[in-house]
C-alpha cells in the first residue's frame, strides 16, 4: 500500500511538471510572435512565405529542424538566393535582441511551420554569440 501511494505522487509530480513546462513553452511561443511580428514580418511576412522572392521563406522543413542553423541564423544574419535566380539578399543579424527574445522567435517559427515546436534554451543562444 504505501509502495503505490509513493508511486502515484512520483506520477504526480511529474504531471504538474509537465503543465508548467508547457504553459512556459507558450509563453515562450507568444513572446514570439509578437517579437517577430516587430522584427521579421516585414520581409517574411505573416504566412513565413516571404516577400514576392525576394526573402525566404521560412517555411523549409530542413531550416526548421536544424537548431545550430536556426540559432546562427537568427543571431547573425544570412545570405540567401533569391527564388527567381540572381544575387542573394542577405539577412540582417538580430544580436540586439535578448536571448529570451531569440529563443521565442525559433520556438514561435518551429511551432508554426515547423513539424514540432523547437525550445532552444537561452544558455544555447548565449553559447551561440
Given at each position: 500500500?504505501?509502495?503505490t501511494?509513493?508511486?502515484?505522487?512520483?506520477f504526480a509530480?511529474?504531471s504538474?511538471?509537465?503543465i508548467?513546462s508547457?504553459q512556459e513553452t507558450r509563453?515562450?511561443?507568444?513572446?514570439?510572435?509578437?517579437?517577430f511580428?516587430d522584427?521579421?514580418?516585414?520581409?517574411?511576412k505573416i504566412d513565413g512565405?516571404g516577400?514576392?522572392?525576394?526573402?525566404?521563406?521560412?517555411r523549409?522543413?530542413?531550416?526548421l529542424?536544424?537548431?545550430?542553423?536556426?540559432?546562427?541564423t537568427?543571431?547573425?544574419g544570412?545570405?540567401?538566393p533569391?527564388r527567381?535566380g540572381?544575387?542573394?539578399?542577405?539577412?540582417?543579424?538580430?544580436?540586439f535582441l535578448?536571448?529570451?527574445?531569440i529563443?521565442a522567435?525559433i520556438?514561435?517559427?518551429t511551432n508554426t511551420w515547423?513539424?514540432?515546436?523547437?525550445v532552444?534554451?537561452?544558455e544555447?543562444?548565449?553559447?551561440?554569440?
Amino acid at each position: 500500500m504505501k509502495r503505490t501511494l509513493s508511486i502515484g505522487i512520483l506520477f504526480a509530480t511529474f504531471s504538474v511538471g509537465a503543465i508548467a513546462s508547457e504553459q512556459e513553452t507558450r509563453d515562450l511561443i507568444g513572446l514570439g510572435a509578437l517579437t517577430f511580428a516587430d522584427n521579421c514580418k516585414k520581409c517574411h511576412k505573416i504566412d513565413g512565405y516571404g516577400e514576392e522572392a525576394l526573402y525566404p521563406s521560412l517555411r523549409n522543413p530542413a531550416l526548421l529542424a536544424n537548431k545550430p542553423l536556426l540559432i546562427d541564423t537568427v543571431l547573425h544574419g544570412r545570405s540567401a538566393p533569391r527564388r527567381n535566380g540572381g544575387e542573394e539578399d542577405l539577412m540582417p543579424p538580430l544580436e540586439f535582441l535578448t536571448d529570451r527574445e531569440i529563443s521565442a522567435i525559433i520556438a514561435f517559427i518551429t511551432n508554426t511551420w515547423g513539424d514540432e515546436v523547437m525550445v532552444v534554451s537561452e544558455e544555447e543562444v548565449k553559447a551561440a554569440r
